[in-house]
């Protein structure tokens, strides 16, 4: 596979439900980002890991738990969501979190919570 | 913080020639990104600006202007494929590689 993946596509979970989001680039990036979009919101950035420490967190609610165990995964836990957390997750990655970088998108997961 | 301000919508020919305005307020700047979103799919990178004046890449340019806190997409030759939202981001001084993108301009290509 190329570019940035992620898994599963959609995901529909209840409020009292564990699951995790995950991503995977393939393009020998050291950064990777979490993104959330909601409907008629702009992308609000959530996460940043650079060289597998994280180096940003958007002021995040801990029912969410990111995990980079390498630099080509990075991982969201999500647990007790409410559903005003429904929304498309995107992952990206970038050569570094520093300098001029295009960042790479993943298709992103689809998580309604019901 | 920043804000990015751009049209919601817009509606044009295919043929024709679109322009897309973004317009911020940071306190310290260090480039803008354009991205492009089809429906479903992953934002793509489109154009980077970080000094004043046009970069023409194809059928598409991207504009800036720092002084005035103002960037435009322009899309020559629209194609029914151009539909899409057009994604407009900041990168703050000392901020790294990290965005804060507008709301997006839902573009619409009609025959």
């Known amino acids: 596979e190329t570019g940035v993946t992620q898994t599963p596509r959609h995901l529909v979970m209840g409020m009292t439900n564990k699951k995790s989001l995950k991503c995977e680039q393939h393009l020998g990036h050291n950064a990777m980002y979490w993104y959330k979009q909601s409907a008629k919101k702009p992308l609000e950035l959530m996460f940043v890991y650079n060289f597998k420490e994280q180096t940003e967190n958007n002021s995040v609610p801990s029912r969410f738990s990111p995990e980079c165990p390498n630099s080509s995964h990075l991982f969201l836990h999500l647990h007790t969501l409410q559903p005003e957390d429904s929304a498309l997750y995107l992952c990206?990655?970038?050569?570094?979190?520093?300098?001029?970088?295009?960042?790479?998108f993943g298709p992103g997961t689809r998580l309604t919570v019901t | 913080g920043q804000n990015i301000d751009q049209p919601t919508e817009m509606t044009a020919t295919e043929g024709a020639i679109v322009q897309i305005n973004c317009t911020y307020q940071t306190s310290g700047f260090n480039g803008l990104f354009w991205y492009q979103q089809h429906a479903g799919e992953a934002p793509t990178f489109l154009s980077y600006n970080v000094l004043d004046g046009l970069e023409e890449k194809g059928r598409f340019s991207s504009f800036l202007s720092r002084s005035k806190g103002y960037s435009y997409l322009l899309l020559k030759e629209l194609q029914m494929k151009d539909s899409a939202s057009y994604l407009c981001?900041?990168?703050?001084?000392?901020?790294?590689?990290?965005?804060?993108f507008g709301g997006g301009t839902r573009l619409m290509v009609k025959p």
């Open positions: 981001a900041v990168r703050e001084d000392n901020a790294g590689n990290m965005l804060t």
């Open positions: 990206a990655s970038s050569p570094n979190h520093r300098g001029t970088y295009e960042q790479y």
